[in-house]
């Protein structure tokens, strides 16, 4: 078992059921809820009950998936915790993916005015990126996030071991955010990443290292006033494809996007004397080894360049973007053009 130090609350990675029953019993809950989709109940929530002996904790079952990451969810959540007389002592242990991460501690956060919860991510994205940041929230109104919080946990607890249940494609997905913090901060790790990602690795050493370049940054940045915008590399253009092929009948995954977002904005630094042409070809050959090429259509080329300009880190209509200034440096705040996102999508398309 591996503890990260330096955040405001604990996060171990490994084997740390032991830990977690010492966390649970001094907190000493009224009561322990267990939150859980319909995918961890079935894969994750056995293992979990097995390692920690639970029998009297209340479970709350929620549906799957990002569309479910709603209000409308968030008062079935309620609704269960007082149907249980939750009290202001009770705890909550979210049980799954970003999804539940993100909503059940958001819940959590205005429950009674907050009750303290702990997160158990089984996705390796919420393992290595939402479970650092104390970021909650639920969609709203069309919007990603567009309702939410900033709420430490008491502890973030990542056992790898779930993540043999996952699908090889949301396995690859979280990949993305791992290869990102690799790009923008270390370019040892980047090195060192596997081209090709299997369950039957261990994957604690490659989460250790991901999330703490995502605690530096977040230590150094906690409300997003500066610094944090590194963790967008990639995700300027990547939202923009991903909001543009959701509406296709094939949609693509958020990890998936950024993949392809992460080789347009290197070619967008290359543009800007950023990049070397070496780096930028070392650069895309290893992410297209990774995550295999995906063509985007040219016919959708200009609805993505709109779509950037909808990016909530812009400033004054101007499209706003973070840049590699050589592998393993990222830089924030860098002004990008149109005409600088179209050519990238063209080099990307280039790859077919
Ligand atoms: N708070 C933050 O800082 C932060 C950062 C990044 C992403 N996010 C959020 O995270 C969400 C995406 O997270 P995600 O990709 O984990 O999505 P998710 O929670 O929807 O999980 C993806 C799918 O995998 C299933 N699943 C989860 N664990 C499993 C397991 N071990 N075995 C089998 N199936 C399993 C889920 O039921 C779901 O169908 C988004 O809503 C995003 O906004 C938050
Ligand atoms: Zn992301």
């Keep these: 078992m591996r503890e990260i130090q330096g955040l405001s609350y604990p996060l171990f990675i490994g084997d740390f059921w032991e830990v977690l029953l010492t966390k649970i019993s001094e907190l000493a809950p009224s009561q322990v809820f267990v939150l859980v989709d319909q995918n961890t109940k079935a894969h994750c929530l ?25 209000l409308e969810t968030c008062q079935q959540i309620w609704r269960s915790l007082f149907k249980y007389k939750a009290d202001r002592h009770s705890l909550l242990i979210n049980l799954g993916g970003g999804v539940i991460g993100d909503m059940g501690g958001f819940c959590a ?63 690859l997905s979280g990949y993305a955010e791992i290869v990102k913090h690799a790009l923008i ?19 604690s050493a490659i989460i250790h290292d991901s999330v703490k370049i995502k605690r530096d940054i977040v230590q150094a940045d906690p409300m997003e006033k500066g610094l944090r915008k590194l963790l967008n590399f990639g995700h300027t253009i990547g939202h923009a494809i ?4 959701l509406e296709s009948s094939e ?22 004397n950023m990049l070397g042409p070496e780096e930028l070809k070392t650069l895309s050959d290893k992410i ?65």
Aim: aromatic fraction near 10%; proline fraction near 5%; charge should be neutral.
């Design 46 to 70: 056995p293992v979990f009950l097995d390692k920690t002996g639970f029998s009297d904790s209340k479970l709350i079952v929620v549906p799957s998936g990002e569309r479910f990451k709603s």
């Design 109 to 171: 956060s205005v429950y009674m005015r907050g009750i303290p919860f702990i997160q158990v991510p089984t996705t390796l994205l919420s393992q290595v990126d939402a479970s650092v940041g104390s970021k909650l929230g639920v969609d709203f109104n069309g919007f990603k996030n567009s309702l939410g919080s900033f709420r430490d946990p008491e502890g973030v607890y990542i056992a790898p071991g779930f993540l043999a249940t996952l699908s090889d494609r949301e396995l």
């Design 185 to 203: 901060r270390d370019e040892a790790l980047w090195r060192a990443l596997p081209k090709e990602l299997s369950k039957e690795h261990d994957l």
């Design 242 to 245: 991903e909001s543009v092929m």
């Design 251 to 272: 949609p693509w995954l958020h990890g998936e996007s950024i993949a392809a977002g992460m080789i347009c904005e290197s070619h967008v630094a290359l543009q800007c």
């Design 288 to 352: 297209l080894s990774i995550f295999g090429y995906k063509a985007i259509p040219a016919s959708s080329f200009m609805r993505i360049v709109e779509k950037t300009r909808l990016d909530k880190k812009n400033r004054s209509g101007r499209i706003m973007c973070t840049l590699l200034e050589g592998i393993g440096n990222g830089t924030y705040d860098k002004e990008i053009s149109e005409a600088h996102i179209l050519k990238g999508l063209e080099y990307y398309a280039n790859f077919a």
